[in-house]
């Protein structure tokens, strides 16, 4: 079984930054991808960036690209989201998800079988 856990959210303003973090535990936790998705006020669920567990490798949702950095550490099994420059319409419920396996749509949501709770970022203009 695998546990996510995210945290780090809040109410900030236009311009400024929040750092996500996503803890994982489960003895089964050997992720291939690990990924943040958002879920802003009456949208369908959308994702934001990607990130290759072991090479690191990631993929961003243009709309933040050059905001937002996504990162891990292996050695915590933490997963991160550093969000610069936030704007209004960044606010949503931000949600970490996992998958161990391999996949041609690694930007779908369907893809992941592990999800977290979700952490509310609320940017005020």
Not at 22 to 50: H, I, Y
Request: charged letters at 20%.
């Amino acid at each position: 079984q695998v546990s996510l856990v995210e945290s780090g959210g809040g109410l900030v303003q236009a311009g400024d930054s929040l750092r996500l973090s996503c803890a994982a535990s489960g003895r089964t936790f050997n992720p291939n991808r690990m990924a943040w998705f958002r879920q802003g006020p009456g949208k369908d669920r959308e994702f934001v960036a990607l990130i290759r567990w072991t090479g690191g490798n990631t993929v961003y949702v243009d709309s933040v690209k050059g905001r937002f950095t996504i990162s891990r550490d292996r050695t915590k099994n933490t997963l991160y989201l550093q969000m610069d420059s936030l704007k209004p319409e960044d606010t949503a419920v931000y949600y970490c998800a996992a998958t161990g396996g391999t996949s041609a749509f690694y930007t779908r949501a369907s893809t992941y079988p592990h999800w977290g709770q979700g952490t509310q970022v609320t940017v005020s203009s």
